[in-house]
């Protein structure tokens, strides 16, 4: 998913961006709001994170015109300002969350998460697949089991979509690599490793002998809908 970062401080900008990029998210980011105005135009992203205090064209005044085209697209306002004033500004143009600097990297996510998961909600009819008794939502980021929601980033819900798409089958690493990663991205070589161990962690009923998601040694991973 692909989301518009605009803030004119350079240090407050790379902060989001070491954020949200670690959890699978492509990232634009703007300086000022008239170049916030002109990737979004061009990209049309998921969601967008606006500064409210920006040279040329301001957080409200892009929000605003963002609106106008898209009712839908979530847009969060992180700003200083913490007067109410500035809150019911912001909602009344429209923004789905407001937040304030200084911020932290699980807040910030969980609300980004949260606004794609109520748009996702919105947009469209929520399509689903199963692994065995676990469901998982694609478009809100999100698996369940029973009554228990797990969150999941975009590159665990993409590994997972891989695995169910090729249900049976051996997915390499390569391939692996190559969709939930990006052609253009070189991650180190346990970087994949890394991942599956904390899906596991999360997704399997146990963890040390997973069901959901084997090793094949040597090739990748796969996911079995039943055991043979």
Request: net charge neutral; proline share 7%.
């Amino acid at each position: 998913m692909k989301l518009l970062l605009a803030d004119d401080d350079p240090i407050t900008l790379e902060a989001l961006h070491a954020c949200v990029e670690p959890d699978g998210f492509t990232t634009l980011l703007a300086r000022d709001g008239r170049e916030a105005l002109a990737l979004w135009e061009k990209h049309r992203p998921d969601l967008l994170c606006l500064d409210i205090m920006m040279p040329h064209t301001d957080g409200y005044e892009v929000c605003r015109r963002v609106r106008a085209a898209d009712p839908l697209v979530p847009v969060l306002f992180l700003s200083a300002k913490s007067e109410e004033i500035d809150v019911v500004v912001g909602l009344q143009l429209g923004a789905d969350d407001f937040i304030r600097k200084p911020f932290g990297k699980h807040e910030l996510l969980a609300r980004i998460r949260a606004a794609l998961r109520r748009v996702g909600a919105r947009r469209q009819p929520a399509r689903h697949f199963t692994m065995r008794d676990l469901t998982v939502h694609p478009l809100e980021l999100r698996a369940e089991r029973g009554a228990v929601s797990i969150d999941l980033s975009p590159r665990e819900t993409a590994i997972l979509a891989l695995l169910h798409e090729r249900a049976g089958q051996v997915v390499d690493r390569d391939t692996l690599l190559g969709r939930c990663w990006g052609l253009d991205y070189f991650p180190e070589s346990r970087t994949l490793d890394m991942h599956i161990a904390k899906l596991r962690k999360r997704l399997e009923p146990d963890p040390a002998n997973p069901v959901l998601i084997e090793t094949v040694r040597g090739v990748g991973y796969r996911f079995r809908p039943s055991l043979e």
